[in-house]
Nanobody, 120 residues
Framework: QVQLVESGGGLVQAGGSLRLSCAAS????????MGWYRQAPGKQRELVAS???????NYADSVKGRFTISRDNAKNTVYLQMNSLKPEDTAVYYC??????????????WGQGTLVTVSS
């Protein structure tokens, strides 16, 4: 019913930048909080950043000052601008959204993930 499609991952050198995008589509009545999570090899998935429908943001301490999350409500899209990347930022990044689907209710939806690799 609802899909999240991520793009923008890739290989970058330490100190470089990448911008991730995540577009939501399907039977969306309303998008609430959207966010980015990441999972490095052998580690648990962790929250990187989130943004509410009103624009309130939240960041993991490890990315504060380097990453910026934003959203375009007209396009049902959330972005993650990642600057000053470090090798420890290497992970699969997942988009997440709380979606209100008409006649169904709230669903938590995940994207398929996009790999970010930061070389030293």
């Amino acid at each position: 019913q609802v899909q999240l499609v991520e793009s923008g991952g890739g290989l970058v050198q330490a100190g470089g930048s990448l911008r991730l995008s995540c577009a939501a589509s399907g039977s969306i009545f309303r998008l609430n909080t959207m966010g980015w999570y990441r999972q490095a090899p052998g580690k648990q998935r962790e929250l990187v950043a989130s943004v509410t429908s009103s624009g309130r943001t939240n960041y993991a301490d490890s990315v504060k000052g380097r990453f910026t999350i934003s959203r375009d409500n007209a396009k049902n899209t959330v972005y993650l601008q990642m600057n000053s990347l470090k090798p420890e930022d290497t992970a699969v990044y997942y988009c997440n959204a709380e979606v209100l689907v008409a006649a169904v209710g709230y669903l938590e939806v995940w994207g398929q993930g996009t790999l970010v690799t930061v070389s030293s």
